[in-house]
């Protein structure tokens, strides 16, 4: 095995793979190391927004016919203030939002990266050495191994252990969420050709949520990390069999995932030196938990950061990333703001 790379990235969510495919193309070695084996599950709704589908076509083609579950398209978000009274969010573009399996898209996003791939492979801690750093990582296959790179893009998602390193301080003071999900077979009218969020705080402590996908319907809550997510769970799955004709099959699937409050406090933890944080790793997430658009954008600028300093004497590549990802930092930001006024109320705030 290779064990010297001139960059590592840890994850092959959507912000690994576009950090990978940005750096391969500028002809950089890449190792992409995944602690699950591919195609692996992820906790999400599977909705690729306007932003996320024109990043996916520009930089990986489109989206394989694989990817997607039925419907195919979702119409947008229609977000209920009560049983009576919703608004809709058309998704923007000519035609909503591919509905897609994580598992399946983000394989195809790194398989498309150009990288060189390890999954079964966990980071398991790190330690910068000058100019280089240096991995220890746990592989299923081969079981402890070194790898040694220049640069490290950190992708693991919200629980990053890279952050947790680089800035404990900040892992102890925000402020964390639980996100839990079923997935039932059974009947529910709520129109499945659009996604559907309940804003009422009983259901949940940010809101309630309910798609479908293939023949499953999809519903979940979220609360703040040490509150019981089972009332919310049991109010919800009530509520919606009371309202919306909600009749429930076998249960094929429960799951849940932490996160944090970076996102709406804007606490962006961009990296430290030649170490550089992307996607949910760094704290971005928009409005309402969408989160794959900024974690494909902030995987190419920090590409794009770490292709301008690779040779170049005195270019710090995170000084550059925290220049070009702040529009970015801006946006997700002001998604939050926007949420706190359609919810009437703060959104991970306290
Ligand atoms: C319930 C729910 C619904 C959502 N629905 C949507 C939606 O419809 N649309 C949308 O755009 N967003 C949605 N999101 C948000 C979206 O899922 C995330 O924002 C997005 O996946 C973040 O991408 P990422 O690449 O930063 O991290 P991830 O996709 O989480 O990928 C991180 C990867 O790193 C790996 N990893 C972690 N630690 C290590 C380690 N130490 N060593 C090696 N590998 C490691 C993990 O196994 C994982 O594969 C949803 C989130 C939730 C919780």
Known sequence: MKIKYDVVVVGAGPSGAAAAKG??????????????????YKICSGL???????????????????????????????????????????FGGKEGAPNVWRAQYDKFLIDRSGAEVRDGCLLKDFKVNGKEIILYCQDEREGDIEIRCKYLVGAEGCLSSIRAKLNPQLERECLWFLAYQNYYEGECNLDPEWYHGFLDASLGEIYAWFNVKDDFIVFGTSVKRGEKFGPYLKTYTEFLQEHFGLKLGRLVRKTSCLGTNLCATGNFYLGSGNVLLVGEAAGFLNMFGEGISSALATGLLAAQAINEAVGAENIQPLQIYTELSKRERRETLASWKLANRIAGRKLLLD
Do not use: A, D
């Open 23 to 40: 750096l391969t193309q500028n002809g950089l070695g890449v190792l992409v190391v995944e602690r699950k084996r591919l195609p692996r």
């Open 48 to 90: 690729i927004n306007e932003k996320s589908l024109k990043l996916t076509q520009k930089h990986f083609g489109q989206i394989p016919e694989e990817c997607y579950c039925r419907p195919k398209i979702i119409k947008g978000v229609r977000l209920w203030e009560n049983t009576e009274k919703h608004t809709n969010w058309p």
